[in-house]
């Protein structure tokens, strides 16, 4: 098992490029289970932020968020299943995942995208006997609700796992959701990507903080809404603090000055958004 990339030099293009194939991939297989099924994760801001002036870096791997209220009575080993016979797919090092090699032809090794299956922690899925699948269940992951609120489908041209042209429609978390998923995962792990993430998403949010504010004012109730303003607050209160310093890690510059701007970059973004959402 690979180690997990903690700086933006790590996330190799030909990683990237695998990844984007198989998204499409993923869009093409589940064509028929597209009402059920969220793109989430390092996605979301380079499928929604396409004309932004800095590119998102994009991910080198895809996870999906499933729809428990759609895919009751087995439905969601059906899907998994349905990847499985294309005989790309094998089931990964994790239960929640499955892996496929994608040759580039580029004279290289094939790479090997991992693809996550997330639901909310409420999510109970009908139990079968026998286990419709064995050895594989779907992570619950915290703030996973929210990516169900209102997604957005949006259409995703670009090559598939074999390398033919492909044009396919998804549905992926909208950005305001996407920001709070995100501030659960700074919650729950260590992983700098997700910083950048947020910041990026924050910082070309259309509408700018106050639209976003917005978003989140009218929501405060929820549980997951407010619990990810919580965790802003504990992980943000100052340049030194880790969400600050996740920025700097991640992006690894060895000029002192740039670290401390991209350090005051994170922790100003992030404290407009809740000064705007304290003024609400």
């Not at 490029?17 to 989430?40: C, I, N, P, T, Y």
């Not at 969601?76 to 499955?98: S, V």
């Amino acid at each position: 098992m690979s180690p997990e990339p903690r700086q933006r030099d790590e996330y190799g293009q030909r990683q990237i490029e695998a990844a984007h194939r198989v998204l499409v991939d993923l869009g093409q297989v589940h064509a028929s289970f597209k009402d059920s099924l969220v793109v989430v994760g390092g996605w979301t801001p380079d499928l929604l932020l396409p004309d932004a002036e800095e590119r998102h870096i994009g991910s080198i791997d895809v996870d999906l968020a499933l729809d428990a209220s759609k895919l009751g009575a087995g439905l969601y080993a059906e899907l998994i299943q349905l990847l499985l016979d294309t005989r790309r797919y094998r089931t990964g090092e994790k239960e929640f995942q499955l892996a496929v090699e994608v040759d580039l032809e580029d004279g290289g090794k094939p790479v090997l995208v991992e693809v996550d299956f997330l639901a909310a922690q409420n999510v109970k899925w009908k139990k079968n006997k026998p286990k419709l699948l064995e050895g594989f269940r779907v992570l619950t992951a915290e703030g996973c609700n929210v990516a169900f609120h209102a997604p957005v489908e949006i259409t995703i041209p670009g090559r598939n796992v074999r390398g033919a042209a492909n044009t396919v429609h998804m549905r992926v978390v909208p950005l305001a959701d996407f920001v709070l998923m995100k501030a659960h995962a700074i919650g729950g792990r260590d992983k700098p990507k997700d910083v950048y993430d947020l910041c990026y998403a924050v910082e070309g949010y259309p509408g700018g903080l106050e639209a976003l504010s917005t978003d989140w004012s009218g929501r405060l109730s929820n549980r997951d809404v407010a619990r990810g303003v919580e965790i802003l607050r504990e992980k943000f209160p100052g340049v030194e603090a880790f969400g600050p310093q996740q920025l700097v890690e991640f992006h690894d510059s060895s000029n002192p000055d740039e670290r401390a701007m991209q350090a005051r970059r994170a922790f100003e973004l992030v404290n407009r958004l809740l000064g705007l959402l304290n003024s609400a």
